[in-house]
């Protein structure tokens, strides 16, 4: 693995600034442009030239000497100078040890292999976040009892950590790469990683945050289930996959079940589905605890039993220092452990397990799967939501309109509405509970069993969404009216076509019942007032052109926004779009001043950061 950059040659300040702030975005620069610069392993080599830390540090991202000392370090060493782009004299392993040697008032010789070391041994950001990391601690209370990362040499380059994890680093071209790099909204799955980590214990996480600490030029993102809408988890960095961390354990004496941060949906449900004891959680079997429970966590068991992260009892988290701290509902980590429920994933560290209470699911339930014809929407979509409130705890549904088929600005009499769920209670209970809306119009697809919890979670799961998409969601605080459902229906009929059927244009999960005996503010999941989640969303597939996909992009903005007038301003974390106006306040409403603290508290430095993450007080 060898270093390469390239030059800046634009207004290089502003340049500077903007990687500096955003590391993230560096991608997008890139593509603005050509050639900001880049840590690419393979094909950009060939345009590095050796000006790289003088031109590159100006602007603030080289900082310190330890990490020009780094730089220098691969880029000497490691490879042969490139030839020279036009416009920049060339430049020889004296004359930039004597350029840096000279910024950084140090001898030139003291830059040069064991000696450089020697003089450059406690690098002043290393100093500040030593610092920085005491204050943590401090804050938190856990100086004495937290463990500290192990005793490894800092891997200064990812060949010392690859030789440092338990689990495999993956480098481009090399047996799994694609695969693990694939995200599940294939819209991001041209971020491809430097690097991927996948972590097979709690030590490689300690370990790749260590080395993000030391390379924080460097962007990185976590992945678990890898379902993060606005792809999140994905990066052109170092991905930390903790997949392979994917335990389960429970413990029916105590009533809890222990999940390793890499489990899924599937995995839990593997685990437990032998016990009459489930934890909440969702729907796609491929979507990780992790995120699932740091955004709240909705599923056919919410209205019944409380979102996943409502069920959390603690959850053991890597923090930006390197330390592994248990979080819990007491002591020194009581904050940090609110803002594990609802904050979101990727904000405060990398979590690796959670432990759950578990829930006695042994009664039997009862699924209900309708499909009624393109009749009296707006009638039956009320219906269907009066049904829900009146069965508010025992009742669960997934609720939605629906175009029969694919192609441009479906009619009023090709928008099919469905409900599909799960009734607390036997067959004949939950048939009396839909009757009214079975009597309104005869479905034409009828399914309502009884069945055990877990057949029923295994009739509900839903396939992974196909192609790449983007969304929008909302939170109706009582329901969907009448005016507001004609607006939707009428935005479906707006839609400007693609390749693919749109299933999920106007979806309402049921979001009350048990969610709601929560306060806005006993965890970071904010949004306790609402029945609903509206969410809006547009897919298309690699045969749409460009054009295509930016008529529904424009589409969704556009419907989003005329739908608010109707609609609570909150958004659910975990439907997160990058296109979403006000993110903070919709993801976390009055929340977010605390949540500010304590990423500030846990993560001074923000080194936990991404396009949509919480910023530090
Ligand atoms: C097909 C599909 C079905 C879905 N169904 C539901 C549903 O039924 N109910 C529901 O509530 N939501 C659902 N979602 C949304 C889902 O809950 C979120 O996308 C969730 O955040 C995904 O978690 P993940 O671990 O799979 O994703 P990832 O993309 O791996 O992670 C999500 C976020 O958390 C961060 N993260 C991941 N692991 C960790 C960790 N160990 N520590 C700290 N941060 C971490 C990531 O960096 C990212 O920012 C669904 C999404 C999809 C694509």
């Known amino acids: ?30 593509q603005t442009f050509g050639k900001a610069w880049v840590f690419y392993p393979d094909a950009s080599e060939r345009r590095c030239e050796a000006a790289l830390v003088l031109d590159v540090d100006p602007f603030g991202l080289v900082r310190g000497k330890g990490q020009a000392r780094g730089l ?56 500040l976040q030593a610092g920085a990391a005491f204050a943590t601690a401090g804050a938190l209370g856990l100086s004495s009892e937290a463990p500290a990362a192990p005793r490894v040499h800092t891997p200064h380059n990812l060949e010392a950590l690859r030789r440092s994890l338990k689990g495999r680093l993956i480098l481009p071209g090399e047996m799994g790469y694609l695969m693990a790099a694939y995200p599940n909204n294939a819209r991001y799955a041209d971020v491809l990683p430097m690097a991927i980590a996948m ?27 890898g379902h993060n809408y ?49 934890v909440p959680s969702g729907r796609c ?50 904050d940090l452990f609110w803002a594990l429920r609802g904050g979101g994933g990727g904000n405060f560290g990398v979590n690796t397990s959670f432990t759950f209470e578990l829930h006695d699911v042994s009664a039997p339930v009862t699924i209900f799967n309708i499909v009624w014809p393109a009749q009296q929407q707006i009638e039956m979509l009320t219906l269907l939501q009066e049904i829900q409130l009146k069965f508010a705890t025992q009742i669960s ?15 009023l009499d090709q928008l099919l509405v469905t409900t599909l769920g ?18 309104l119009v005869r479905p034409i697809k009828q399914d309502i069993r009884q069945m055990s919890y877990w057949q029923a979670r295994d009739y509900l799961i839903t396939d992974d969404p196909n192609g790449m998409y983007d969304l929008r969601s909302s939170y109706v605080a009582e329901t969907l009216s ?19 059927t749109q299933e999920n244009m106007g979806i309402l999960f049921a979001i009350g019942g048990k969610v709601g005996d929560k306060k806005w503010n006993d965890t970071a999941y904010v949004h306790r007032n609402a029945n609903f989640i509206f969410e809006m969303e547009a897919s298309w597939a690699p045969i749409d052109k460009p054009e295509t996909v930016d008529r529904q992009r424009r589409w969704l903005s556009d419907y989003y926004d005329h739908m608010q007038q109707f609609l609570l301003p909150q958004s659910y974390v975990n439907f997160p779009s990058r296109d979403l106006p006000k993110w903070q306040h919709a993801y976390y409403g009055d929340n977010l001043p605390k949540l500010s603290r304590i990423k500030r508290e846990v993560d001074r430095e923000n080194l936990f950061r991404f396009e949509q993450s919480i910023p530090p007080a």
């Open 72 to 127: 220098l370090d691969q880029y000497v060493n490691n490879r042969p100078y490139a030839p020279p782009t036009a416009g920049h004299a060339p430049l020889t392993a004296t004359s930039i040890y004597s350029k840096v040697a000279s910024r950084y008032s140090c001898n030139d010789k003291s830059l040069r292999g064991i000696t450089m070391h020697a003089k450059l041994d406690l690098p002043r950001r290393r100093f």
């Open 230 to 278: 606005a792809g999140f988890s994905t990066t052109r960095g170092l991905l930390i996959d903790v997949k392979a961390m994917n335990k389960v354990s429970y413990d029916l004496k105590n009533g809890t079940a222990t999940v390793q941060c890499g489990a899924n949906n599937q995995n839990m449900a593997d685990a437990l589905s032998g016990t009459n004891f489930a």
């Open 1 to 30: 693995m060898f270093l390469s950059v390239a030059t800046i040659h634009q207004p290089a300040t502003d340049l500077g600034y903007l990687l500096h702030k955003h590391p993230e975005r560096l991608h997008e620069i890139e």
């Open 482 to 500: 009448r005016e507001a459902i004609e607006a939707m229906l009428h935005w479906m009929m707006e839609w400007p076509g693609g390749s693919l």
């Open 397 to 411: 549904t997934r609720t939605k309109a629906f175009p029969d088929g694919p192609g441009a600005k479906p009619k």
């Open 199 to 225: 972590c097979a214990v709690d030590t490689d996480v300690q370990l790749c945050i260590k080395w993000a600490n030391d390379h924080r030029h460097i962007p990185f993102a976590i992945r678990s289930g």
């Open 285 to 334: 079997p491929t979507v990780g605890a992790s995120g699932l429970t740091l955004g709240g966590g909705w599923g056919f068991s919410a209205t019944h039993a409380g979102l996943t992260c409502d069920s959390l009892r603690e959850s053991n988290i890597v923090l930006a220092n390197s330390h592994l701290v248990t979080a819990k509902n007491e002591g020194p980590t009581k």
């Open 422 to 439: 799960q009734f607390f209670g036997p067959i004949d209970q939950a048939r009396e509970a839909l009757a009214p809306a079975l009597d």
